[in-house]
Nanobody, 121 residues
Framework: QVQLVESGGGLVQAGGSLRLSCAAS????????MGWYRQPPGKQRELVAT???????NYADSVKGRFTISGDNAKNTVYLQMNSLKPEDTAVYYC???????????????WGQGIQVTVSS
């Protein structure tokens, strides 16, 4: 079974920083894309940032210049460095991956369980 395990969430003051990590494990052959999504209280889930194995990166406009996504292919891990955090960044953050499992031949999408990020003012 494939697992996406997030870590690094917590409570910070406005202007502070957090670094989220997501490690993919299991019978993984290859990963095409990993990324982060978030769901603020009472709102729909939205894209934060994605990165492909080749290094192509996409950010939501709301986090450009403040957040940085990066990956470690050898560890099947993606990171999200969040700086200059604002109260509106408060949300449950979810790791997401498009990957191929051993024994299969199609790309499937997987989600982590989510971690809470709270930014106080």
């Amino acid at each position: 079974q494939v697992q996406l395990v997030e870590s690094g969430g917590g409570l910070v003051q406005a202007g502070g920083s957090l670094r989220l990590s997501c490690a993919a494990s299991g019978s993984i052959v290859s990963i095409n894309t990993m990324g982060w999504y978030r769901q603020p209280p009472g709102k729909q889930r939205e894209l934060v940032a994605t990165i492909t194995t080749r290094g192509s990166i996409n950010y939501a406009d709301s986090v450009k210049g403040r957040f940085t996504i990066s990956g470690d292919n050898a560890k099947n891990t993606v990171y999200l460095q969040m700086n200059s955090l604002k109260p509106e960044d408060t949300a449950v953050y979810y790791c997401n991956a498009d990957l191929v499992r051993r024994g299969l031949y199609q790309v499937h999408n997987y989600w982590g369980q989510g971690i809470q990020v709270t930014v106080s003012s």
